[in-house]
């Protein structure tokens, strides 16, 4: 099993910037990629950013030139670091963990808790 556990989310004026972690612990060798998604109110769980354990990163189009995603591996902690913050960013945003071997997808999918970003006018 892995555990995650985000911190960092608020409430911060539109233009401003902040930064989320998602610290994980248990069996994080069997984790190939971690990530960032969000849920709005009436709205599906979206991709906000992904990082692979090679370093590869993948970004919704939404996001991209304002978010940017990066790991500590010594530390076991993914961050998105978010600037330029606008009221369509509010949501709950969660660390995502999974593990996926070639040929058979996903076979292993974690979540956190989820951590609210409310971004004001």
């Known amino acids: 099993q892995v555990q995650l556990v985000e911190s960092g989310g608020g409430l911060v004026q539109a233009g401003g910037s902040l930064r989320l972690s998602c610290a994980a612990s248990g069996s994080i060798f069997t984790i190939n990629s971690m990530g960032w998604y969000r849920q709005a109110p009436g709205k599906q769980r979206e991709l906000v950013a992904t990082?692979?354990?090679?370093?590869?990163?993948n970004y919704a189009d939404s996001v991209k030139g304002r978010f940017t995603i990066s790991r500590d591996n010594a530390r076991n902690t993914v961050y998105l670091q978010m600037n330029s913050l606008k009221p369509e960013d509010t949501s709950v945003y969660y660390c995502?963990?999974?593990?996926?071997?070639?040929?058979?997808?996903?076979?292993?999918?974690?979540w956190g808790q989820g951590t609210q970003v409310t971004v004001s006018t």
């Open positions: 995502n963990g999974k593990r996926s071997i070639r040929g058979l997808g996903v076979i292993s999918d974690y």
């Open positions: 990082i692979t354990n090679s370093g590869d990163k």
